[in-house]
């Protein structure tokens, strides 16, 4: 393509993940390498990808141990794939598939490449445990040293309390609170009740258990370590069960008089890995591929959660109406909408946002709310709360999800299908999507 050139559609060809499984499960003692590589090859095999040399791979991890450094490249270069093919390394917390995506689909519109695959994994059960500060410095002092007795020198400033390991920092930087502590403020300034927080849950595993029995999925996992199905999914859950769990965040802050947010309605630790194809529509032609949608349009935001009363996971709250603004849409006006469940009260707070004409007047500056979505159009196979949430590779389940969902629906109702993905992220940071069908 010229410089002048009209950017080309960048098309979504089908995805791959292996289930998810939740922290030390039967993904304990499993690299992030390996399970990348597993949704690669899953990918490659789905797709006749083998010796094929790709535009780019880009994927990434937000637990990254020191020895993932080319985390994706050696993970591509670990399949079938021509070993020709370049890769690269992305994070943004939650939304790292998700940005991996938009890259290079990005690429893809611009004519810099005719084909990639977007991807992300995590392991919590992996995750960097650090020396101290001190030790750290002491080790590049004896790795430093000439001499054995340099080196041993170096050593023996070692003192009992350097051996102490770092435990992986669960909070954020900024505020020293958690996640989910941040979630609860949230969750308790918007006055979002356990028992809606609850029926989400209950929906969230109904609705997945139904899509796995229906053979939605078959297409879309590949089974792994013994895994057939996402571990975290309880077909038989019930609110009578759910309502006997005792709330595990915000039962310590002072600004949350009634906790609601239990392990029931907030997403586990997980580990797993996640991929998409995506390709030009002459790429996916020479080789007999079908297009299921087009990603049309992405917006990122940014909220100052660290001062005042604004919620760390509030950002998609802001970016999808900039998104819909640009391409000309209403809220209403879409199909489908797969609204990450990193909290049952954050899919329940941003929907409430857009409800709110003072939040849209005072926040987002809009004479009349966004207004309300139809219910049944959301998260219809289910999402996070049931199948969990290895943090970078929920962007690319729900990208190759949706994708499907469009292109289904599209083909039985004969008309184009738009859907929403919104996916919230540590840092107040969030990242959305605008899909759309293609049926030929």
């Known amino acids: 393509m010229t410089p002048t050139a009209p950017p080309r559609d960048a098309l979504v060809l089908g995805g791959n993940r292996i289930p998810f499984a939740r922290s030390g499960g039967p993904y304990a003692g499993i690299s992030n390498q390996d399970m990348l590589t597993a949704a690669l090859e899953g990918l490659v095999a789905r797709f006749s990808l083998q010796g094929e040399k790709l535009g780019e791979v880009a994927g990434g991890a937000v637990l990254k141990l020191a020895g993932d450094l080319n985390l994706t490249r050696e993970s591509a270069m670990g399949t079938p794939l021509d070993p020709r093919t370049p890769a690269l390394d992305m994070s943004k917390a939650c939304a790292t598939s998700l940005e991996t995506v938009l890259h290079v689909s990005n690429r893809i519109r611009l004519g810099q490449i005719d084909s990639g695959i977007a991807c992300g994994v995590d392991s919590a059960s ?42 992986p920092r669960n909070g954020e930087p900024r505020t020293g609170l958690s996640m989910g502590e941040h979630q609860a403020l949230t969750t308790a300034l918007w006055d979002i009740t356990r028992e809606a927080q609850d029926e989400l849950a209950l929906a969230s595993h109904q609705k997945l258990a139904a899509a796995y029995d229906a053979g939605f999925l078959d297409d879309l996992v590949t089974g792994y370590r013994g895994l057939a199905r996402d571990q975290n999914l309880r077909p038989d859950s019930t609110l009578e069960k759910l309502g006997t769990l005792k709330p595990v965040f915000g039962v310590r802050s002072p600004q ?70 640009a391409n000309g849409l209403a809220l209403q006006d879409l ?28 926040r987002l500056g809009r004479s009349a709310p966004l207004g309300a979505i139809d219910r049944d159009r959301l998260n219809v196979t289910g999402s996070s709360l049931a199948a969990g949430h290895p943090f970078a590779a929920t962007g690319g389940r729900l990208v190759a999800t949706l994708a499907k969902l469009l292109h289904t629906r599209a083909v039985e109702t004969g008309r184009v299908q738009r859907g929403l993905i919104s996916v919230c992220a540590a840092a107040g940071q969030g990242t959305v999507m605008l899909l759309e069908s293609v049926t030929d």
Request: glycine letters at 4%; charged letters at 25%.
């Open 126 to 167: 992996d995750s960097p445990i650090e020396v101290t500060p001190r030790l750290r410095r002491i080790l590049h002092r004896a790795f430093a040293a000439k001499t054995p007795v340099q080196r041993v020198k170096a050593l023996a400033a070692t003192r009992p309390a350097d051996l102490a390991p770092v435990p």
């Open 256 to 325: 949350v008089s009634e906790p609601t947010m239990t392990a029931g309605n907030s997403t586990p630790l997980s580990d797993g890995a996640s991929s998409v194809l995506l390709g030009s529509a002459d790429w996916a032609a020479e080789r007999g591929l079908m297009p299921l949608a087009r990603v049309v349009d992405a917006r990122s935001a940014a909220v100052d959660f660290a001062h005042g009363d604004e919620g760390l996971l509030m950002a998609p709250a802001y970016a999808v109406p900039e998104l819909l603004d």
């Open 335 to 362: 199909d489908l909408y797969e609204i990450h469940e990193a909290f049952a009260s954050t899919v329940l707070t941003t929907l409430k946002a857009w409800e709110s004409e003072e939040f849209c007047r005072r």
